[in-house]
């Protein structure tokens, strides 16, 4: 990358790694263990202490935590599962790789969040279809909290969100408020430790719940299904001895799984950038408001996400999503990202709208989501992590505002 007198690239996210990191993983390429074992037992529990959760079921990576919980619902064919269309193609993926039926949800185009009417309007299409509405995995889009719990329990709904973008986040409840992921109120919750996400493992997730039986299924699924508690056992014969003791190299598969285990050196990994988490939370939150301040001179042209209700007195932010006019800028999203990218800073799309894939619209048809499509047409993600520094923030905010001057 040329530096062009700008100063280094900015991408739209990354890690922040520290020697301490470094060594950490280190650590564990010295020990016994290389794949799941003392490390990611230590790693779940401080996610379930962070979270509240009873249960934190680390696995592989985002995508495949979606994946065992949707397994862990036991959905069937003809089941429905509502997702909002503006997320990470994953969310609605993991329905669909469990045999279920996606009815993609509309946002609200201020700020990329499903709102109970959007949820409701959802369930009735579903209905409309002869599917049977069991779940919603609601999106806490850039880290900012959606509450459509009550809508979904009021109507029987499983709830499992896609907290991809939200570890620590807290959201408004009633008078008080729950960390995300606290299993208060919902199901499950899927986290990721991409990169470019709060907390880094490489490749790496985690599902935590406060209910045992789905911590057991969620555990069962990340490893090919396999049991091997005594009492779960079926095949009497193969699995005791004649005087009744469990033969200790048994092992039994009730429902068919995976091997989506994450290992020790991603935890060890995980567990050093923990100890960090709330200083990447609190840069994080400084940036946002530095980004939020910085463009009020640039509205109409440029605005930020509107403020979701739900949150709470901390917003564990992963993107920064700048809405922009482009039509009144007079240029195309194309152009300014070029233009961004000559002053050598990153920015990119969260997320192209789920419900235009073309695998979707052959299954689905086309469908009208008109928030999902105003969102979109206007969004533009820009550089947020925590190593970014203030005057990183004015080099993004200076550009932008070149551009508003020679529309303006
Ligand atoms: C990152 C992400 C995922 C998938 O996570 P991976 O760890 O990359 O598999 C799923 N949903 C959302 C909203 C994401 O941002």
Redesign the pocket.
């Known amino acids: 990358m040329t530096d062009g007198g700008s100063g280094p690239f900015l991408s739209y996210g990354r890690q922040s790694i520290s020697d301490e990191d470094i060594e950490a993983v280190v650590a564990v390429l010295r020990g016994d263990w290389l794949t799941q074992g003392p490390t990611v037992d230590a790693f779940e529990k401080e996610l379930a202490t962070l979270t509240g959760a009873t249960h934190a079921v680390a696995c592989s990576?985002?995508?495949?935590?979606?994946h065992i919980a949707a397994a862990a619902l036991d959905l069937q064919p003809k089941d429905a599962v509502i997702v909002p269309s503006i997320?990470?193609l994953?969310?609605a993926n993991a329905v669909r790789y469990v045999g279920a039926e996606v009815v993609f949800a509309d946002v609200n185009p201020d700020t990329a969040l499903m709102e109970p009417k959007h949820l409701e309007d959802a369930l009735a299409r579903a209905k409309a279809l002869g599917l049977r509405p069991r779940a919603v995995f609601p999106?806490h889009?850039a880290g900012h909290p959606a509450d459509v719990r009550d809508a979904a329990r009021a109507a029987g709904l499983m709830v499992v969100e896609?907290a991809?973008?939200a570890l620590g986040t807290k959201m408004r409840r009633g008078d008080g408020e729950v960390t995300v992921g606290s299993g208060s109120g919902v199901d499950m919750t899927?986290f990721?430790?991409?990169p470019?996400?709060t907390i880094a493992t490489g490749?790496?997730?985690a599902v935590t719940t406060s209910d045992d039986e789905l911590g057991d299924r969620l555990r069962r699924f990340r490893s090919h299904g396999m049991v091997r508690e005594p009492q779960l056992f079926r095949n009497r014969d193969e699995a005791f001895s004649p005087d009744g003791k469990p033969n200790p190299w048994y092992y039994e598969m009730p429902d068919i799984g995976f091997n989506y285990r994450l290992t020790d050196l991603q935890s060890a990994l995980g567990l050093s950038q923990l100890k960090r988490i709330d200083r990447f939370i609190e840069r994080r939150e400084e940036i946002v408001d530095l980004y939020d301040r910085s463009l009020v001179p640039l509205s109409p042209y440029i605005k930020p996400l509107s403020r979701s209700k739900a949150s709470g007195s901390r917003v564990g932010w992963?993107l920064y999503v700048g809405l922009f006019d482009f039509e009144r800028l007079g240029l195309g999203r194309a152009d300014v990202m070029a233009a961004l990218r000559e002053k050598n800073i990153g920015s990119q799309v969260h997320y192209v709208p789920v419900h235009w894939q073309p695998y979707y619209v052959e299954r689905y048809g086309k469908l009208d989501l008109p928030g999902a499509a105003a969102y979109y047409r206007r969004c533009l993600s820009l550089p947020l992590y925590p190593g970014l520094q203030d005057t990183d923030v004015q080099r993004v905010v200076d550009a932008l505002a070149g551009l508003v001057k020679r529309a303006a």
């Open positions: 990576n985002g995508t495949t935590g979606l997320t990470f994953a969310t999106v889009l896609d991809c973008h899927v990721s430790f991409h470019v996400k490749e790496g997730g992963h």
